[in-house]
């Protein structure tokens, strides 16, 4: 344990070309003395736009098969998340910090650094400065202990730059020295066909031979690190996935319904996240909830389905890490019994029913009083709205009807 966290971490590192025979894809290897925790192959291409005295310029340029690993990169631990930082040319950088949960490795930020002053790939550039570009949205995941596959070009946007990947095979977080064999391959490079995806309930194979109705609500729970239960969850979940079918050739449309008494349930919570990750089968279901600290308001953030179907012709893997759903309030449960679509991806998105989560200050194993989600509550109003109408209209109709008798009486007393 004190091992790791010795300053004494030697990196050793090395690129070599044209690994394969496609393009000039680049090798890059991360270790930490002996024991290798990332290596990547990849091509990119950077469409970079920067001032020049008349305006703006546009210049792309490739990731040369030059790059190294340089000395900012480090297998993390102890607080520190490992990061691959390629260097290349004068002065430039892309960097690959990593992050995990019980399932899944992501490229948690993407960084490009890219100096001005370098007049041969910025010719005329009006400025000298070192521009650092972040994101924190890049879709690179997969699978722990499988090796993230995308030979198709795949785009990430950052404010003035676009990076084009092709060619990428990596992994991080590696338990030997060399890539995985298996492969979480995105999607991308998932096989496709143009036929629009079609439910044919008859003959599509496992998972689900028919549309199932309605998923019977599960109870779930996780146990903390000081024993107790830090979350809570009872619901029905209905996945919808399009995937390419291997039994059928084509892209198929399945509905499948987690069945609670095949489902376990795993997870942890710390102070702002919590995560349940529910397991039927070859089926991995996480749910990732966030707590804001300044408003006091949980909501769930992430979803990651992996799943390793027989008609899959490759495990598929989807994930969204920027949702905004279920949101509650520290202490309060979430409650909605309305069915609700979690969209996560094209291709998946997560049918909810008979919602009750608390992911967060949960006291003596019990929930806290509920958040009520909207749906709901305009469920119970329109009955209640309906009713009032129709009570107002009664005492209307009657008001009317009086007045219109004394009116009535009042006219034969005159006569
Ligand atoms: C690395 O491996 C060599 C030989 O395989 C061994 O002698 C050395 O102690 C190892 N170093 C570390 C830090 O594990
Ligand atoms: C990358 O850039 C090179 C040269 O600029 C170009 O030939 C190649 O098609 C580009 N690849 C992708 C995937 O954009
Ligand atoms: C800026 O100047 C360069 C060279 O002087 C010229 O090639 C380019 O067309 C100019 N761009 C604009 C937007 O005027
Ligand atoms: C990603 O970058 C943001 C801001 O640049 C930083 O707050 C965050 O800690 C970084 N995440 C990781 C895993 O390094
Ligand atoms: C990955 O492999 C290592 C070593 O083989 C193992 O300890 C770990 O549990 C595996 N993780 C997953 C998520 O399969
Ligand atoms: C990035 O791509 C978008 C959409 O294709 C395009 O509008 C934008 O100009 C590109 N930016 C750069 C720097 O190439
Ligand atoms: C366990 O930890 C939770 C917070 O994670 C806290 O609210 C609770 O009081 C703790 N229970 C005990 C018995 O320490
Ligand atoms: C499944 O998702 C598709 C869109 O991807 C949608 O058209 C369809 O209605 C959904 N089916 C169910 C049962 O949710
Ligand atoms: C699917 O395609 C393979 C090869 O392309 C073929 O051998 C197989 O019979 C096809 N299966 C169906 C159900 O069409
Ligand atoms: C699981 O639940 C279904 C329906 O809720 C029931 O038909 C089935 O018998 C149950 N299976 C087991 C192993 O309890
Ligand atoms: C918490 O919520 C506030 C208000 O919506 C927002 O400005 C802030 O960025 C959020 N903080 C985090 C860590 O998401
Ligand atoms: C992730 O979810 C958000 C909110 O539902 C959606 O806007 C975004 O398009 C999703 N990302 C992907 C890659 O589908």
Not at 55 to 70: D, H, Q, R
Not at 238 to 264: A, D, G, H, R
Request: hydrophobic residues 40%.
């Amino acid at each position: 344990m004190t091992q790791k966290l010795l300053p004494a971490i030697s990196i050793v590192c090395f690129a070599v070309l044209g690994w394969f025979a496609v393009g000039h894809a680049v090798m890059f290897e991360v270790k930490d003395g002996n024991s290798t925790c990332i290596k990547a192959q990849l091509s990119a291409n950077f469409s970079i736009t920067y001032p020049v005295t008349n305006g703006t310029n546009t210049v792309t340029v490739p990731l040369p098969s030059s790059a190294k690993v340089g000395s900012g990169s480090s297998c993390g631990g102890a607080g520190v998340s490992p990061e691959l930082l390629a260097v290349f040319g004068e002065g430039h950088s892309l960097g690959l910090v990593f992050s995990h949960n019980q399932l899944l490795y992501q490229v948690a930020n993407l960084s490009l650094s890219y100096n001005l002053s370098d007049s041969a790939i910025f010719p005329r550039s009006s400025s000298k400065d070192v521009i650092t570009m972040v994101t924190n949205t890049s879709e690179i995941s997969a699978q722990l202990n499988t090796t993230y596959r995308c030979l198709s070009a795949t785009i990430v946007r950052l404010e003035a730059v676009n990076i084009t990947f092709f060619d990428v095979r990596m992994e991080a977080y590696m338990s030997s020295a060399n890539l995985s064999t298996d492969e979480t391959v995105c999607s991308a490079d998932q096989p496709t066909t143009t036929v629009a995806p079609t439910i044919s309930p008859r003959t599509t194979p496992s998972p689900s031979p028919v549309p199932p109705g309605n998923p019977e609500p599960g109870n779930y729970s996780i146990i903390g690190t000081n024993g107790t239960v830090c979350l809570l969850a009872r619901m029905g979940l209905q996945l919808n996935v399009t995937y390419y079918s291997k039994s059928q050739n084509k892209t198929v449309q399945s509905i499948m319904n987690l069945e609670p008494n095949n489902t376990s349930a795993s997870g942890s919570c710390d102070s702002t996240a919590a995560t349940l990750l529910l397991t039927e089968g070859l089926t991995n279901l996480s749910f990732t909830f966030t707590l804001n600290t300044t408003t006091s308001k949980y909501y769930l953030s992430a979803l990651n389905l992996s799943a390793a179907w027989p008609d899959l012709t490759v495990s598929l893997i989807i994930s969204n890490s920027t949702l905004d759903y279920l949101q509650g309030t520290l202490g309060h449960s979430y409650m909605c019994s309305t069915e609700q679509i979690i969209f996560v991806s094209n291709n998946f998105s997560l049918n909810t029913f008979k919602v009750w989560v608390q992911p967060f200050g949960v006291k003596d194993n019990q929930y806290g009083s509920a958040d009520v989600c909207s749906m709901d509550q305009e469920s119970v109003l329109i009955p209640i709205i309906v009713g009032a109408a129709l009570a107002g209209l009664v005492v209307i109709v009657l008001i009317a009807y009086l007045i219109g008798r004394r009116r009535s009486h009042a006219g034969y007393q005159t006569i």
